[in-house]
């Protein structure tokens, strides 16, 4: 898609959006580097006439649902919950519009302020840590801490499927284990096992939050030693505010270099004013070896079925032992 034919395709949809005096002009369209599969994002600048008559220039960040790949997502709940949390202190781009149905380019979209900031992972693999990266990283353990404090029910947050403490263990569960029958390519015993174990051992949640699902350094932005905003919340929705603890520190994308995991939990303790549960977390953690294990077997399904030309896809199946390895490791800590 070219950016002459995102214009376009913007400036219909904003024509409609904003009703047709508002005139609105886009320009400067270029693709923004990205990591992510989920979601291809451009950025803008959009000028309009608003209703009292006057100039308004917003330079804004467009996310785009890319084609299949290694999660199944909407975009609804995405843009409900980042909308919900608009007014909130969890730092986050500001919600501005969205097309679900794809009517104007094709797919669907929705469309954010812009944030400054960069997502480089590189830091993280500094040897002896890097005192910038350590401060991101206690803002966002005080940022998950608000996150998962956020009354989402006073909010009238509706686009998140309902869950109890009882079961909100055994739902993820179910969710990722369907998905997992749907998408392997070739028997798994091992995950199968991994499943039950989970199973027999699900925890009870102290409390429903927004869980934004995909928590950890590459799905934020930074500037200098400033956390500017979580990304990514494709996988957000409502369940045990400990399953993002137990994945921001997996070995891909961990700071511990930097900040020690035990040092982030205790900023997060101290901002959200709880004690976590060191063996309720442990269950998380084992629990989000699998999950990315399904992720995987997802995204090499997606390729193997044509689905997606992404060649980052191809091989995805091969990180699985790796991940399962990892998951046997944690079991005893549970």
Known sequence: ??????????????????????????????PVASIGNAREP?????????????????RCVMLLKAE????????????????????????????????????????????????????????????????????????????????????WQSAGLTCLPPVERSDVALAQLDLWEEQFRRQRLEPHPALAWAFEW???????????????????????????DRLTALLDWEMTHLGDPLEDLGWVYRSLWSPERSLPFDEFLAAYEAERGVTVDLEHLGWYR????????????????????????????????ETVPAFLQCFLELVPAC
């Open 198 to 224: 989970l199973r027999q051992h699900a925890p009870t949640a102290a409390r429903i939050s927004i869980v934004h699902g995909d928590l950890r350094f590459g799905n934020l932005l930074y500037e200098n």
């Open 68 to 151: 299949a790949g290694q999660l199944e997502t909407t975009l609804a709940p995405e843009f409900g919950t980042i909308e919900a949390l608009g007014d909130s202190d969890v730092p986050l781009a500001r919600a501005l519009w969205c097309d679900e149905g794809g009517t104007w380019l094709g797919q669907g979209f929705f469309v954010t302020a812009f944030v400054p900031g960069t997502a480089s992972m590189r830091p993280l693999r500094i040897e002896g840590g890097d005192p910038a990266l350590r401060n991101v990283a206690l803002e966002l353990a005080r940022a998950a801490a608000r996150l998962h404090r956020f009354d």
């Open 286 to 317: 084992a629990f989000s070896e699998v999950k990315h294990s399904i992720i995987s077997l997802t995204a090499a399904r997606s390729f193997s079925d044509r689905l997606t030309h992404n060649l980052r896809h191809a091989d995805r199946a």
């Open 42 to 58: 451009w950025a803008f600048t959009v000028a309009w006439q608003t209703a009292d008559g006057h100039q308004r220039t917003e």
């Open 1 to 30: 898609m070219t950016p002459e034919a995102i214009g376009a395709g913007l400036t219909a949809f904003l024509t409609a959006e904003l009703g047709g005096d508002a005139h609105p002009v886009i320009s400067d369209v270029s």
